[in-house]
């Protein structure tokens, strides 16, 4: 009878094993599917394969950041003509953050979990306004940082958390230090913004939107000839994001300021 026990115990083992394995498998090639989705910009497609992958394991790790990625992106292209459609809006900024706040959870050792919840606060935020939730831009610099100091997930990742925390520094250091100091937010400084867009650049030195917003930065310091520069730059890159059109948009507004100053 004990041989038995042990003969059937055996061969639950190996089964449990095997599901595990083409569970794995699955969720690998739902992964896949849905990226490739991701880069043609076809983020309805992609959510509906990524929420497929969740039906098999919604603890997984690299899963639940792209869920966070593709409500976030979902969100930037959603009408805003009225009140019922920001608020719709709103919703999934914050079904973005969520599916970040458990990347973090699973991983607290990963930079793409800090790096996702920081993107999805930082939409939060210029959503709400600066003013009205600085704890939260506090929160996306905190991230910004972790995702940095951690160190991981390759070139890209690393260059994106850089233009975070630059493009965070950027926008609220536009804002009236005096207030700003009092909401504990005296922080921000475009020169920082500036260095920290360089290391973005340096990183991954073929993301257009880096480019564009290093170029901004270096307008409001008056260094139009390196503006200029970045702006060059940018139109010679390749579109990899969803917004690289509207950034487009601002890079030539730009260039038409600042073609002609010295």
Known sequence: MKNANK???????LMLTSLIRMSAQSIDALLDEGEKYYKQFNNEKALEVFKKAEKI????FELLWRLSRTYVELAEKMPT?????????????QKGLEYAEKAVNKDPNSSAGYLRRAIANGRVALFKGIFSVAGVVNQVRADAEKAIQLNNGGNFLQGVAHYVLARTHAKTSEKWKPARAVLGLGWADNEVALEEYKKAIALYPTYLMFYVDYAISLEREDDYKTAREMLTKAFNCQKQNQDDDNRLVDAKKLWEEIKNKN
Request: no cysteine; hydrophobic share 50%; aromatic share 16%.
């Open 7 to 13: 003969f059937f115990l055996l061969i639950f083992i």
């Open 57 to 60: 394991d919604a603890t997984n």
């Open 81 to 93: 003509e009225n009140g019922d459609q920001k608020d719709a809006q709103l919703v999934v900024y």
